[in-house]
């Protein structure tokens, strides 16, 4: 890969993009939106002649040294973690009953029903909002027919217990956005409140004096469920649902429903034996089928990994794929697109060894002879993306939906 000539579009030629696979070039396409902060957009990935194309800002990029560097490493390490991660077929799937409405009905609705706020963000507005309650209503009904107990929790979490113990903050630092406040200092708070009002100040004139909470915003509801379960000593499996605002930093990749900073994500937590969370997940895998067959979407069931981070990326996927982990439901938007919608996790004792989430020990009901560690699993629906398919599926008239 040669250094390319600035523009504000750029060329470069990377033979690890020889032949490369459609799995392979998606995933190199994810992780270059966390490669250097000059990328605009990737605009086109072609394995057949090895080149990628980029839209830039040439005045962060400069003489784009750094530019081809950092491609050039994000590209190769990207392509060698897919070296041991095998093709598998979907393990199932359906088509619609019609034509989808696709892409453009999804740009409509957008447009009259989504309001901008900024980076990753946009309010949803009158029937966005109702198609968005109305499909978490259809979710937790699922939810509730095992049961799941219903809980509620904040949208932050600490970062200094359960995320180093599990290894979240190297495995996805990417997505990550991090909590910060003014110092609990009269001075600087003063000096701080003049300048806000007289220069319109956004953030401190010099930020390193801003302290870090020790909270990140959540990328996942079921985090806090775990801490909540801290020490626990249960007698039988449980089931939690609850429904929260996720908080995942996506680079330029930001899109209206789609790839959102925030977005809605209901889950259930299963804690359990093995045996009990394997069933329970294998119904909640049932049950979302049948959701997407009452709704007429296109989908389809595959084994799929998580967005790690490039350079923890390669013995993380081939274990999520070979012991199939991570199952995914993924909604079509039109022949070619779908977004993955729903996602069924196994975590073995992975959260219940660090919080110490055990079972009760027969004939104590304290569990203080040594009571086995419990194992996890989460079932997680976007309800944002359930929002895209349904109108890719049905169109962006509000009148034309069928009832929900």
Known sequence: MTAPELSEHVTLRCARLSGASAAVLAGVRADLAFCHPAIREVTRLDPDSATLELAVDPAVAGDGADLTQQVQAVVGASVASYRFVPQTPALWQRTAGAALAGLPALAAF??????????????????????????????????????????HLPSIEMAADL???TGYLSSHPQHVTFGYHLPPHFAQLRDFAAK?????????????????????????????????????????GQAITALGNAYRYEGHRFEPLLRQWEFSMREVVLVGSAEY????????????QGLAEDLDLAASLE??????????????????????????????????HATAAASFNLHARHFTTPL?????????????????????????????????AFVARWG???????GL
């Open 110 to 151: 957008t447009s009259r029903f989504l309001r901008p706020l900024g980076p990753g963000q946009w309010a949803l507005v009158g029937p966005a909002a109702r198609l968005r309650a109305a499909l978490d209503a259809r979710v937790s009904a699922l939810a509730a027919q095992i049961d799941a107990e219903p809980w």
């Open 163 to 165: 995320l180093p113990a």
């Open 196 to 236: 806000a009002r007289s220069e319109a100040l956004a953030v401190p004139a010099d930020p390193c004096g801003l302290q870090p909470t020790g909270f990140i915003l959540e990328p996942f509801v079921c985090h806090n469920v775990y801490r909540a379960l801290r020490g626990a000593r249960l007698a039988s």
């Open 277 to 288: 969370v394997a069933r329970q997940r294998q119904r909640m895998v049932e049950l979302t």
């Open 303 to 336: 084994i799929a990994t998580d967005p790690f981070f490039v350079s923890e990326a390669g013995s993380a996927r081939a274990f999520q794929l070979l012991q199939s982990t991570k199952l995914e439901l993924r909604l079509g938007l039109d022949e070619r």
């Open 356 to 388: 110490d989430i055990r079972g009760v020990s027969d004939g104590d009901a304290r569990g203080a002879s040594g009571p086995e560690l419990l194992e996890t699993a989460c079932v997680g629906w976007g309800l944002e993306r359930w929002m895209a």
């Open 396 to 402: 962006a008239e509000p009148a034309d939906w069928p």
